[in-house]
T-cell receptor, first 111, second 112 residues
Framework: RKEVEQDPGPFNVPEGATVAFNCTYS??????FFWYRQDCRKEPKLLMS???SGNEDGRFTAQLNRASQYISLLIRDSKLSDSATYLC????????????FGKGTKLSVKP | NAGVTQTPKFQVLKTGQSMTLQCAQD?????MSWYRQDPGMGLRLIHY???????DQGEVPNGYNVSRSTTEDFPLRLLSAAPSQTSVYFC???????????FGPGTRLTVL
């Protein structure tokens, strides 16, 4: 089975903290990479795609290391509203490009 | 756009009953998928479709059927419900294999 492994969590951090999530994937043929966010009892929603050169969106920075088959997500200046489960997602290409989801890392930001 | 819609939101079945979970999208997406999400297991792909008339099995297809007669609709049928099918079911769609996947709000199914 193609695997996507994430930090088990949970991460409990104070407001304003910087927190980093890591993810590894097993198939070197992986083509696309994403971070999704899932709030409690809600559907997953795309947080950001992850590009080879790394990318930033406000307080969020995603990085990809193809050689080590490793993806990371950095959240700076954590807000209470960042509390959620973060899912690492990998696409293995092919005609279907099916997505493989990690089990998620739960983040709880406290006042 | 309504995005991806799913009905019902909640359902309780008895073992052996059959039912259909409905999924529709109004974004003209070719790719549609069904997932189940269980505690500690993450999202697992049940069935998927890359266009009307084309369906294929995912990681956990047993006990489920799908069809894709139109671009918009992708129903999931439980043939004979079992307690192991108690889960949260998400339908999702995307334009193609490289683009963002949008999820429906989910159906919480309990099989007694």
């Amino acid at each position: 089975r193609k695997e996507v492994e994430q930090d088990p969590g949970p991460f409990n951090v104070p407001e304003g903290a910087t927190v980093a999530f890591n993810c590894t994937y097993s198939n070197s043929a992986s083509q696309s990479f994403f971070w999704y966010r899932q709030d409690c009892r809600k559907e997953p929603k795309l947080l950001m795609s992850v590009y080879s050169s790394g990318n930033e969106d406000g307080r969020f920075t995603a990085q990809l290391n193809r050689a080590s088959q490793y993806i990371s997500l950095l959240i700076r200046d954590s807000k209470l509203s960042d509390s959620a489960t973060y899912l690492c997602v990998v696409s293995y290409g092919g005609s279907q490009g099916n997505l493989i989801f990690g089990k998620g890392t739960k983040l709880s930001v406290k006042p | 756009n309504a995005g991806v819609t799913q009905t019902p939101k909640f359902q309780v079945l008895k073992t052996g009953q059959s039912m259909t979970l409905q999924c529709a999208q109004d974004m003209n997406h070719e790719y549609m998928s069904w997932y189940r999400q269980d505690p500690g297991m993450g999202l697992r792909l049940i069935h998927y479709s890359v266009g009307a008339g084309i369906t294929d099995q995912g990681e956990v297809p047993n006990g489920y059927n799908v069809s894709r007669s139109t671009t918009e609709d992708f129903p999931l049928r439980l043939l004979s419900a079992a307690p192991s099918q108690t889960s949260v079911y998400f339908c999702a769609s995307r334009l193609d294999r490289a683009t963002e996947q949008f999820f429906g709000p989910g159906t919480r199914l309990t099989v007694l």
